[in-house]
């Protein structure tokens, strides 16, 4: 890695505080690095309330899924390369190149006269967020102490929360008083600042050396599984839906198997190894994530149907999980020694509870055990995120820093894609494809989360060996 400040060293036991964590100059990147993650989880949020405005002014409502699935792709491909990408360019330079990325996607978006160019600028826009994520992850790695990893990590939580709760409001405020592209223009605007910022705010640090080269093949693989994934959530036909998702998780599969006999190397040594720290690692996040998903997507819509909930409200009860992610992560921030591998043990398990009561209590259970089940999911990252990803970091040899980290963004969100087409072949399953009635809701209400227990399961079992043996070799 050429572009690098290696973390300090803990010596004579050093403060670990908030002041400490902003002293030494960490201030203005800290800044830059909530930034960034404001950029990308407002995005995706406040698109998702706008959609109907854009259907409406330029047609092709067929192709609202293709809204997100086009920026997710773009999204996990650019979070798998950003860390061959900051070896080869510097941190500074790509940094700041993900910013203007990002604002170009956003005018595109802005401009469109008709769908397929909105597409296009979605697809741009998931790429500079999605670099703009990777290269977070690695100014993290690379520019903060260990000891200061996981306050960090709890006030990226605190920011995805703030966009949890503001990004759809403010999203519905604009279609309200005035025009859709508002909110591109507003983005644009503050993915160009955050391009002007990089630069400076990321100054003292050595330039790109060119690095080993970029995975193309690996990249290209990656593609076309995360692809076939995305598409899968997008297809009406369940049969065709499960063998898009089984075919995007072999091909996943794949990419791995390819990366470990490449020359250059997408993913750290060994990431498919679940016997390592960093493959165990991984494995957890991605089934983890891909357990979660269904409760954020089909949520509101069931609680809409089944209890007559505003969209609104059904918005801010779905909230629930992102309010006690963003509470539990920063109530255990400042914990060392042997409490995070037990966070993270607990965490897991507080995944599976959630999943079977929201399974029991969804559709007609009392609603305060509802509201319990997606706070549990909340607070089953919000102990575990912060500890999961550190572990993972420190594990990673100076050699696959850049990659390791960066990595850590691209899986959580190749998760995230499986599980939302798992949970949307369950829920057409269950007859939701058909429309939305009391009994494709009510069925939907249990098989969307039943569906995903064997994964929080395996995922859980990862992060038991995460943690049951925190000193096997991670290479």
């Not at 990777?134 to 703030?162: K, Q, S």
């Not at 990249?219 to 076309?224: I, K, P, Q, R, T």
């Not at 894609?417 to 949307?424: E, F, L, N, Q, R």
């Amino acid at each position: 890695m050429s572009e690098v400040v290696k973390s300090e060293k803990p010596e004579g036991g050093p403060r670990n505080d908030w002041a400490d964590l902003l002293a030494e100059g960490r201030l203005p990147r800290f800044a830059l690095i909530c930034l960034g993650v404001w950029l990308n989880a407002a995005d995706s949020l406040v698109t998702s309330t706008i959609m109907p405005s854009v259907g409406a002014d330029l047609g092709g409502y067929a192709y609202f899924a293709w809204a997100t699935a086009g920026y997710l792709v773009g999204a996990i491909l650019a979070g798998a390369s950003a860390g061959r990408f900051s070896e080869i360019f510097g941190l500074r330079g790509a940094t700041a190149a993900a910013g203007v990325i990002m604002a170009g996607g956003c005018v595109l978006s802005a401009l469109a006269p008709d769908v397929g160019l909105f597409l296009t600028g979605r697809l741009i826009q998931g790429l500079g967020s999605g670099w703009i994520s990777g290269f977070a992850m690695v100014a993290i790695a690379f520019l903060f102490p260990e000891r200061h990893l996981a306050r960090v990590f709890a006030a990226v939580t605190f920011v995805w929360g703030i966009a949890t709760v503001l990004g759809p409001l403010f999203g519905g405020l604009v279609v309200e008083t005035g025009d859709w592209r508002d909110v591109f223009w507003l983005f644009a605007l503050q993915s160009g600042v955050f391009a002007v910022a990089a630069p400076f705010l990321l100054g003292g640090t050595q330039g790109g050396g060119g690095g080993p080269g970029v995975p193309w093949t690996q990249l290209g693989v990656l593609g076309v599984g995360v692809a076939a994934i995305a598409v899968a959530d997008t297809v009406g036909a369940p049969a065709l839906s499960i063998g898009l998702v089984m075919a995007g998780l072999a091909v996943l599969a794949l990419v791995i198997f390819i990366d470990g006999r490449a020359r250059v190397r997408l993913l750290p040594h060994r990431a498919g190894d679940l016997t390592t720290i960093i493959g165990s690692g991984y494995f957890s996040m991605f089934a983890l994530t891909a357990a979660s998903m269904g409760f954020a997507i089909y949520g509101p819509p069931i609680l809409q149907q089944l209890r007559g909930f505003s969209p609104l409200w059904a918005g801010y009860a779905i909230g629930a999980e992102s309010l006690a992610w963003t509470v539990c992560a920063m109530a255990v921030a400042g914990v060392t020694g042997a409490w995070d591998a037990r966070w993270i043990r607990f965490g897991a398990l507080c995944l599976i509870a959630s999943l079977g009561i929201l399974t029991w209590s969804m559709a007609d259970g009392p609603l305060v055990w509802m509201l319990t089940g997606g706070a549990l999911m909340g607070a089953a990252f919000g102990f575990s995120w912060a500890f999961m990803t550190r572990r993972v970091m420190t594990a990673l040899s100076d050699e696959d820093r850049a990659i390791g980290s960066s990595a850590i963004t691209a899986v959580r969100q190749t998760g995230a894609a499986a599980g939302a087409a798992i949970s949307g072949v369950a829920a057409n399953l269950a007859g939701f494809s058909d429309g939305l009635t009391d009994a494709s809701a009510k069925a939907a209400s249990v098989w969307v989360f039943a569906s995903v227990i064997p994964l929080a399961l395996v995922g859980t079992w990862a992060a038991f060996r995460l943690t049951g043996s925190a000193r096997r070799a991670a290479t």
